[in-house]
């Protein structure tokens, strides 16, 4: 083989090794954003149930230390919502990109809070309640959850 070839051939592998890994990033794709989590005969109840916290300011930022310290969800959602913390690699389905304002549009407070407490089963999204947080607390950090939503 002649070193242009030698070269060529070279190239094609570290164009092939580029691929594989892009598709290891694309395969871990969000599941229907916008299908319920909470299972049929709870979703309306669900649905229903108002946050007990007021939103302010205060609680905002309260909710924002929550979500970055111990409610630890940004180790997975990521420090901005994008679902790109440093454990969504290892995530199939990935994390919900809380930016996503369909998706927000789509969910009440209590279904949120429905999905911190119980998790969504068969996914990295686990029970955090009372594991990590309290219940106010997951209300709390609701309403930072809710500044994220893009426009
Ligand atoms: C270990 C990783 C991990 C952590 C920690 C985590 N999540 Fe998640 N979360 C996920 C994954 C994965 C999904 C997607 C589940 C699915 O598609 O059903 C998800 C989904 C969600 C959803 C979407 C539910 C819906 O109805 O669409 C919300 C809201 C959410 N997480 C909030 C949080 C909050 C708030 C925290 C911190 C208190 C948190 N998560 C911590 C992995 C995590």
């Given at each position: 083989m002649n070193i242009k070839n030698a070269q060529k051939l070279r190239m094609c592998c570290v164009i092939g090794v580029l691929g594989l890994f892009g598709s290891e990033i694309v395969i871990a794709a969000e599941r229907d954003p916008l299908k319920p989590r909470v299972p049929d005969g709870e979703l309306a109840a669900a649905q229903k149930m108002a946050n007990p916290v007021a939103s302010s300011p205060d609680t905002i930022a309260k909710g924002k230390g929550l979500y970055e310290g111990k409610g630890?969800?940004?180790?997975?959602?990521?420090?901005?919502?994008?679902?790109?913390?440093?454990?969504?690699?290892?995530?199939?389905?990935?994390?919900?990109?809380?930016?996503?304002?369909?998706?927000?549009?789509?969910?009440?407070?209590?279904?949120?809070?429905?999905?911190?407490?119980?998790?969504?089963?068969?996914?990295?999204?686990?029970?955090?309640?009372?594991?990590?947080?309290?219940?106010?607390?997951?209300?709390?950090?609701?309403?930072?959850?809710?500044?994220?939503?893009?426009?």
């Amino acid at each position: 083989m002649n070193i242009k070839n030698a070269q060529k051939l070279r190239m094609c592998c570290v164009i092939g090794v580029l691929g594989l890994f892009g598709s290891e990033i694309v395969i871990a794709a969000e599941r229907d954003p916008l299908k319920p989590r909470v299972p049929d005969g709870e979703l309306a109840a669900a649905q229903k149930m108002a946050n007990p916290v007021a939103s302010s300011p205060d609680t905002i930022a309260k909710g924002k230390g929550l979500y970055e310290g111990k409610g630890t969800c940004t180790k997975c959602h990521g420090p901005k919502g994008m679902g790109d913390g440093p454990l969504s690699k290892n995530l199939k389905p990935s994390p919900r990109t809380l930016t996503n304002a369909e998706w927000q549009k789509a969910r009440t407070d209590g279904e949120m809070f429905w999905v911190i407490k119980n998790g969504s089963p068969g996914t990295g999204m686990v029970t955090l309640i009372p594991s990590d947080i309290n219940e106010e607390e997951a209300w709390t950090i609701i309403h930072y959850v809710r500044t994220l939503k893009a426009n």
